[in-house]
């Protein structure tokens, strides 16, 4: 009988100790978390969440009465595409065509792909991009300049096969927009941005809507997307910590990992 109050006794402890144990991981894990209470449009689906996280932990706590279909969006799409009206409002895309296809780049139910040609003219409206290995703008990387002598980028036009974005056909003609690709940024580079900044030259010049970049999780074009917009007149956008888009809008751990990377004017 003493034996047995001595085991329920080194029970009993033990199952205290766990108890604080874990209260004092789920205080310590919290102690520093950002919390963005986020909207969301899906094909006209508007869905209200919020995200809490840390930026020395790759955890990532989704609530809010949509947090489920949230997850179910983001998990289901494995190519994902967040698209940041601003830092709490996205646009979320089963892919990069898909928002293509949805927006006023293409009409007619066409998707994009993207080739380059060596075609420029001259006008002025300058454009940087600067990409640097550590938050807040810390250590530069790498730096892309577009103006309207810039190269320009042929966007293919497809048409899709109903519901299915893998599966398209060559519409037979494109349309050509001022920019840079990038579909490998380097052994180097890769996987190691965490900030970036784009900058206008002179924002008072208005010849193009806005100017955005999308960043790629794999080479090529591939994985997961982040987009970023700068609108139209604005002197520039500035993104501290990728990894607090990332977190917030593909829910993930996809924390310095961009492999290739596009921008260009569009209007």
Aim: glycine share 6%.
């Amino acid at each position: 009988m003493q034996k047995l109050k001595l085991t329920s006794i080194i029970i009993a402890i033990i199952a205290t100790f766990a108890s604080c144990k874990k209260d004092t991981l789920k205080t310590e894990e919290l102690k520093d978390a950002i919390t963005k209470n986020m909207s969301m449009n899906y094909h006209g689906e508007q869905l209200q969440y919020s995200v809490k996280f840390s930026r020395t932990s790759e955890k990532v706590i989704v609530e809010g009465k949509d947090a489920a279909r949230v997850k179910e969006i983001v998990n289901t799409n494995k190519n994902a595409f967040a698209y940041f009206k601003s830092e709490t409002e996205i646009e979320m895309y089963n892919n990069v065509n898909d928002y293509y296809i949805r927006n006023n780049m293409v009409n007619n139910g066409n998707r994009v792909g993207v080739t380059s040609t060596t075609n420029s003219t001259t006008g002025n409206g300058g454009v940087r991009v600067y990409f640097y290995r550590h938050a807040d703008f810390s250590t530069l990387y790498q730096t892309h300049y577009v103006d309207f002598s810039s190269p320009q980028y042929s966007f293919k036009m497809y048409v899709y096969n109903g519901s299915d974005l893998d599966n398209s056909t060559y519409a037979g003609y494109t349309r050509t927009l001022y920019g840079y690709t990038n579909s490998w940024v380097g052994n180097t580079q890769n996987d190691s941005y965490s900030s970036m900044r784009i900058v206008r030259e002179d924002p008072t010049i208005y010849n193009y809507n806005f100017f955005e970049v999308i960043l790629f999780q794999d080479a090529n074009y591939g994985g997961k997307a982040l987009g970023i917009v700068m609108p139209l007149g604005q002197a520039n956008k500035d993104v501290a910590h990728l990894s607090d888009y990332r977190k917030s809008g593909l829910l993930g751990t996809w924390n310095d990992t961009v492999s290739s990377d596009y921008g260009f004017y569009n209007y």
